[in-house]
């Protein structure tokens, strides 16, 4: 069964900063990469998808890359923002989505 | 577009009873999920369906049942809730095939006395 996991778990950081969020997966025959952003209460809105064959993907401040052989994805997000704080959640696909259980980011304004 | 529509929005049940919680998508997705989040252990997924007349177990599908009612709409029955289904469920869809993007619906935060 595939594990995913995020790291950390939270993070806090001053406004401005570049960050970066972790997520790594057990298994490496994955079809793609979905990164998700979650607000208190709210449903999953759908960052970045970076297919099995890419290493990248880029949304404006945010990017994503992917190391299927090593079985890690990173989201980059760059002069963070307090409207960046939120709850982030990555997810490895197959006929299914297996999720991590989030990084918690706090950006002080 | 309205996306992934997830009714109700919150419910509270007394242990026992039964409701069924309803989803629709206007996105022409042939593939549509049920999924539970609870703090600390993530989304993990009740019931899938990958097209129209099919559905599927995922891993906690225990005390659930689901009905693809057409292409648009994949309902999640709770016959006889238990508190132990507290939680905040989520209905996703995409298009079908394995590496298509998911979309999500806003929840349902069901509560079980």
């Known amino acids: 069964k595939q594990e995913v996991t995020q790291i950390p778990a939270a993070l806090s950081v001053p406004e401005g900063e570049n960050l970066v969020l972790n997520c790594s997966f057990t298994?490496?025959?994955?079809?793609?990469l979905q990164w998700f952003r979650q607000d208190p209460g709210k449903g999953l809105t759908s960052l970045l998808l970076i297919q099995s064959s890419q290493r990248e993907q880029t949304s404006g401040r945010l990017n994503a890359s992917l190391d299927k052989s090593s079985g890690r994805s990173t989201l980059y997000i760059a002069a963070s923002q307090p409207g960046d704080s939120a709850t982030y959640l990555c997810?490895?696909?197959?006929?299914?989505?297996?999720f991590g259980t989030g990084t918690s980011l706090t950006v002080i304004p | 577009n309205a996306g992934v529509t997830q009714t109700p929005k919150f419910q509270v049940l007394k242990t026992g009873q039964s409701m069924t919680l309803q989803c629709a998508q206007d996105m022409n997705h042939n593939s549509m999920y049920w999924y539970r989040q609870d703090p600390g252990m993530g989304l993990r997924l009740i019931y899938y369906s990958a097209s129209e007349g099919t559905t599927d177990k995922g891993e906690v599908p225990n005390g659930y049942n689901v009905s693809r009612l057409n292409k648009r709409e994949f309902s999640l029955r709770l016959e006889s809730a238990a508190p132990s289904q507290t939680s905040v469920y989520f209905c996703a869809s995409r298009e079908q095939g394995m590496n298509t993007e998911a979309f999500f619906g806003q929840g349902t935060r069901l509560t079980v006395v």
């Open positions: 997810a490895a696909t197959g006929n299914q989505f297996y």
């Open positions: 298994d490496s025959a994955i079809y793609n």
